[in-house]
């Protein structure tokens, strides 16, 4: 929130380095210094806010300059006239220095004119005109190619974003200058180095704000630098409200009041009394939040200076003597906050992103007049919402929809599945009353063995003629491999499926090889050659088989959670077990084992 006194105008000026002179200004004694003397001297009395030695310095500088017909000190003692100068005559200063500089440097003029007017602009809190002003005056440093013009423009642009609200975007350029030229002087570092904590304050992040403040105050006290000590103290001050420590605050601040009330014109008088304002709050002390507040607008009442923390201020205000009922200044304060509140919404040309959530500005003309304005922006808002939440609607529909036909297609799959398991089961449960009859139909039982899940085969049925099988087996299997070998393997990998062996962990064609007492290779093409897949395939499709036929038969099975069911099935956790069972059926365990649920409460109430 924070405004600057000094806006890198002085270091403009001079253009030298800047230090502290350490020679005391007496009567009839300016005679001997030069103009670098003076413009240091001038420097120094105006950043100890010394006012009056100022003035004295400024109007000798001129008078010289005058005297000896020194067109470019003229113009530089205009310049330093013009910054304790009221507003109107501030402007003719510049105006002056305006109409010497087209004989002086092009690399220095115009743009200097432009930060000098965007300075008393800024200063006097017009604020569109001192954007204006610093756009062009970067775009003629630009064309001079002026880094430490070009620096000064961006900086003070910056300075602009953070006294509205955009701390982000100031923060970006307030890091780079503090650390990516060599053009600034530490006076003016240090002015970036307060906006920057400032700025961090604001976007809450207080650990880094922190580190700028602690250095600044040592550099302070290590140059006995009472100004910059009681800004940086200021700034810790409202780092401590931000963390709640309101006690700390209220001292810190107290002592930056002092300081600064010598001069109620600082602008860091109004951060300093706002931000107590705050720690009183945090404290409870609200007679002395109140009292801070109230300075501050008679203040603003004076020097029509502005800042968006002006809403809160008032809003606080409003709320307080609403408690006490006193309709006279809930009244006064109400007037205020809308003569305030038009001037940001006209001088920002934004909607602050501070806007009161209690008392913005269409609840407190109602307050006032008890009419309701009609307000383009709240309409847009209104209409944005209004689209944004048919879009949603929309968006919301549609993935619904999506999902109730996915899980419509997902129900009918498992339904399907099921269905064929019990079928299955009563086959399969037919065939061992019969004892597997020969006598059934070739087709049938063809059929049945197509079918049914390998778990379910016995050996007896699928061998019912060795010589055909053998002959299979034969068409089936390469060349290469030996038939016994091959009618071995394929009864060990039914003694595999049949015993369940596929259900332990850690199965490799490797350890089913070996225990099979074969080799990889002749393995890995019986099952490509007569299960048509790979080892992978052929593994997991017995486990999910199994797992369809058990989750139906085994309400105890179906009871389990995820973990321990892929436990069961030999899968290393539950995600794989999931993938697996969706790639292999379609649909997905949940859905499958409410399927089965449905169906048994459907048979249990038949």
Not at 208 to 237: V, W
Not at 322 to 343: A, C, G, M, P, T
Not at 358 to 382: A, G, M, S, V
Not at 441 to 459: F, G, Q, R
């Amino acid at each position: 929130m924070t405004k600057v006194k000094f806006f890198f105008l002085l270091c403009l000026l001079l253009e030298i380095n800047i230090f502290h002179s350490q020679i005391k200004l007496e009567n009839d004694s300016l005679k001997k210094y030069t103009y670098l003397d003076l413009k240091t001297k001038f420097d120094d009395y105006y950043y100890r806010d010394k006012i009056n030695e100022c003035n004295q310095i400024a109007h000798y500088f001129l008078k010289k300059a005058k005297g000896e017909k020194n067109q470019s000190q003229i113009a530089e003692g205009y310049m330093l006239i013009q910054l304790n100068s009221s507003f109107p005559n501030a402007i003719k200063y510049i105006d002056s220095v305006q109409a010497i500089s087209k004989s002086l440097d092009k690399k220095t003029y115009p743009a200097k004119i432009y930060l000098m007017r965007g300075n008393l602009h800024f200063k006097f809190d017009h604020l569109k005109k001192a954007l204006d002003d610093y756009i062009l005056a970067l775009k003629y440093a630009k064309e001079s190619k002026n880094e430490r013009q070009i620096a000064f423009a961006e900086i003070n642009i910056a300075f602009l974003k953070n006294s509205i609200g955009k701390h982000k975007e100031a923060a970006k350029i307030f890091r780079y200058y503090l650390s990516n030229t060599n053009a600034l002087y530490d006076i003016e570092r240090h002015q970036i180095q307060q906006s920057l904590v400032d700025a961090y304050i604001e976007m809450n992040k207080i650990d880094s704000a922190k580190i700028l403040i602690n250095s600044g105050i040592q550099y302070s006290l290590k140059n006995n630098d009472q100004y910059n000590y009681y800004k940086y103290l200021s700034l810790s001050g409202y780092s401590n409200v931000k963390l709640g420590n309101y006690k700390k605050a209220e001292n810190d601040l107290l002592l930056c009041k002092k300081y600064f009330s010598k001069d109620v014109t600082d602008l860091n008088m109004y951060y300093t009394l706002f931000v107590l304002g705050k720690a009183y709050i945090g404290l409870q002390k609200v007679d002395k939040a109140v009292e801070s507040f109230t300075e501050i607008d008679a203040m603003v009442t004076k020097t029509n200076n502005s800042f968006p923390e002006l809403r809160d201020l008032y809003t606080y205000l409003i709320d307080y003597y609403k408690s006490k009922n006193n309709k006279e200044k809930q009244l006064y304060y109400i007037e205020r906050f809308l003569k305030v509140d038009k001037k940001l919404d006209e001088q920002f040309k934004y909607l602050s992103t501070e806007l009161p959530k209690k008392y913005d500005t269409p609840n407190l003309l109602h307050e006032k007049e008890q009419i309701i304005n009609d307000l383009k922006t709240r309409k847009i808002i209104l209409y944005l919402s209004i689209g944004f939440l048919l879009i949603v609607i929309v968006l919301l529909s549609f993935f619904y929809s999506k999902s109730k036909k996915t899980e419509k297609k997902h129900r009918k799959i498992a339904q399907d599945l099921i269905t064929s398991i019990e079928a299955k089961n009563i086959e399969v449960s037919y065939l061992e009353t019969n004892q597997f009859s020969l006598q059934k139909p070739e087709t049938v039982k063809s059929s049945i063995v197509a079918e049914l899940p390998s778990n379910v085969l016995e050996t007896d049925f699928v061998i019912e003629n060795k010589d055909n099988f053998i002959e299979e087996v034969e068409n089936k299997s390469s060349k290469t491999i030996p038939e016994d070998v091959v009618l071995f393997i394929l009864k060990e990998l039914e003694n595999f499926e049949t015993k369940e062996l596929f259900l332990k962990k850690g199965i490799t064609l490797a350890s089913l090889a070996k225990s099979t007492k074969t080799n990889t290779a002749y393995l890995s093409e019986i099952i490509n050659s007569h299960k048509g897949k790979n080892f992978a395939a052929y593994l997991n499709d017995l486990r999910i088989s199994y797992a369809l036929s058990k989750l139906v038969t085994d309400k105890k099975f179906r009871s389990y959670k995820l973990y321990f069911i892929a436990e069961e099935l030999g899968y290393n956790n539950e995600q794989a077990f999931s993938l697996a069972f969706k790639k292999k059926t379609g649909t997905t365990l949940s859905i499958y084992i409410k399927e089965i649920e449905k169906t048994h409460q459907s048979s249990n109430n038949l």
